[in-house]
């Protein structure tokens, strides 16, 4: 069963090659105590049209009533853990938990692709904290990918301003709500209105207006090798596909593709020749694909 108001529903699918079909969605728990709603991640074999062999791999805890940011990203390391990207509910009881290890709100999480928990996690042996914490004061993340060093980038979305690139990295957070770049969607400040706290990550990039991110690549160049190395997300709000040029760990140039369509971009990923698909979420929402002009 998925609860599928507003931001919730089926969440993200993946196929990483191990066998198993992976997939993110909106659980509905009438029987929690409170009730209410919460992300899971499933995986089964697919046979035929059938699903079989499912079981649930990890329940988003605690259970809270909100129909908005359920994050749901899937990504697949080397190393065989999965890594699953998750908001802090939108609402402010979902949010003030965000800093907090005993809760998964607000929270990038890593287990073993059989739901269980690897033993290199950070607050593993932290009392009360969630074992499967991977870096924490995360807002709402709908795009992650992985670079060519197999480390993890994210693009989070921020409140009114402050759409985020973050480089991941193990145990550390990532400020919100503490600090942001953004503001309330009335306009007051969040907090105590500060972009930088000592022992908070600052983001590699940043965004005011947002572009409202979902779903991103880091494309390998085998069709365009203009743009080997760079990033390509979906925009929501922005209605384009935002390519980002990085240096290093630097962003040093940012273009936007396919406004002319003025089409919310949902996901982008990259075919084996190198030729893009991107879903669009609109109400006739489309599968397009994408290669080189002539």
């Known amino acids: 069963a998925t ?117 290199d996690n950070p607050f593993l042996k932290s009392p009360g904290a969630k074992p499967e914490i991977w870096t924490y004061g995360n807002r709402n993340v709908q795009a992650a990918a992985l670079d ?30 503490t600090i942001t770049y953004g503001e309330e969607y009335s306009g007051k400040v969040i907090g105590a209105g500060l972009t930088q706290q000592k022992g908070m990550e600052q983001p590699v990039y940043y965004w005011d207006p947002v572009i409202g991110p979902s779903g991103m690549i880091f494309y390998s160049g085998k069709a365009m090798p203009e743009f080997k190395g760079n990033i390509l997300a979906g925009a929501l709000r922005a209605q384009a596909l935002v390519r980002l040029v990085l240096k290093g760990d630097r962003v040093v140039g940012e273009e936007r593709l396919l406004t002319s369509r003025r089409e919310r971009i949902r996901d982008v990923i990259e075919g084996p020749a190198g030729e893009l698909y991107l879903l669009t979420d609109d109400v006739d929402g489309k599968l397009l694909k994408v290669t080189p002009a002539g």
Request: proline content about 7%; aromatic content about 8%.
């Open 148 to 177: 060519a060093k197999g480390r993890m980038w994210e693009i989070e979305h921020g409140p009114q301003g402050g759409d985020e690139l973050n480089l991941i990295a193990r145990g550390k957070d990532y400020g919100w709500p």
């Open 3 to 119: 609860d599928t108001r507003n931001q919730g529903g089926m969440l993200g699918v993946a196929n990483p090659g191990d066998g198993w079909i992976y997939w993110t969605y909106a659980e509905p728990r009438p029987n929690d105590n409170p009730a209410g709603n919460g992300t899971a991640v499933a995986r089964g074999h697919l046979v035929g049209s059938e699903m079989r062999d499912v079981s649930v791999l990890f329940r988003m805890m605690p259970t809270l009533e909100s129909t908005g940011h359920f994050g749901g990203r899937m990504v697949f390391p080397k190393d065989g853990t999965l890594i699953i990207t998750l908001g802090e509910r939108s609402i402010l009881p979902g949010r003030v938990q965000a800093q907090k290890l005993d809760s998964h709100f607000g929270k990038i999480v890593r287990i073993n692709r059989d739901g269980s928990i690897p033993k």
